[in-house]
């Protein structure tokens, strides 16, 4: 019973390196989401794909880039890592066609930038 | 755009005593209103969610009831346990986007105490 499945859990970063977080989904679900996590700001969009092959910018998308892989997995790359993108990062995934279904959430992957 | 406005934390309080988080929100069209609940080193998990007006979610003896003329969407629940201690976060999804992405508030911290 894995859900969404994020890895690495933790990660320590330098500024300027690049890094890819992982995301995987065993539910069979569309659509896959990229949000971040920050102190008193609840969780922003950074990237979606409502279907395998399709992705956008959510609301807060510049310094990452997003690949949908196939229909289970979707990773967020930071190509020049920076400061400002210390955070906690969750993926979620959802149904789509069927009204009102809930988002499931990974554990998030804890990330810092030195 | 969509927004969604919290009672900021942390909320300390006895066992069995009664709990209100308040939540109010701010949307284009008609959402669904969501909480979620996030224990510490957790990814986020639905606790209940409501569809319209009037609805009520319910669930592990938490309740909100969707009130469109107010906006609001008030987290309660008559006897909180210490284990109910964790950040709750209220969300609303709109259906006029494609993306189908939450919109969350910033999240109560409530701490039970024993």
């Known amino acids: 019973n894995a859900g969404v499945t994020q890895t690495p859990k933790f990660q320590v970063l330098k500024t300027g390196q690049s890094m890819t977080l992982q995301c995987a989904q065993d539910m069979n679900h569309n659509s896959m989401y990229w949000y971040r996590q920050d102190p008193g700001m609840g969780l922003r969009l950074i990237y979606y794909s409502a279907s395998e092959g399709t992705t956008d910018k959510g609301e807060v998308p510049n310094g990452y880039n997003v690949s949908r892989l196939n229909k289970r997995e979707f990773s967020l790359r930071l190509e020049s890592a920076a400061p400002s993108q210390t955070s906690v990062y969750f993926c979620a995934s959802s149904e789509v066609g069927v009204p009102n279904q809930p988002q499931h959430f990974g554990d998030g992957t804890r990330l810092s930038i030195l | ?114």
């Open chain 2, 1 to 114: 755009g969509d927004s969604v406005t919290q009672m900021e934390g942390p909320v300390t309080l006895s066992e069995e005593a009664f709990l209100t988080i308040n939540c109010t929100y701010t949307a284009t069209g008609y959402p669904s209103l969501f909480w979620y609940v996030q224990y510490p080193g957790e990814g986020l998990q639905l606790l209940l969610k409501a569809t319209k007006a009037d609805d009520k979610g319910s669930n592990k003896g938490f309740e909100a009831t969707y009130r469109k003329e107010t906006t609001s969407f008030h987290l309660e629940k008559g006897s909180v346990q210490v284990s109910d201690s964790a950040v709750y976060f209220c969300a609303l999804r709109t259906m006029d986007t494609g993306r189908r992405a939450l919109t969350f508030g910033s999240g109560t911290r409530l701490q039970v105490q024993p």
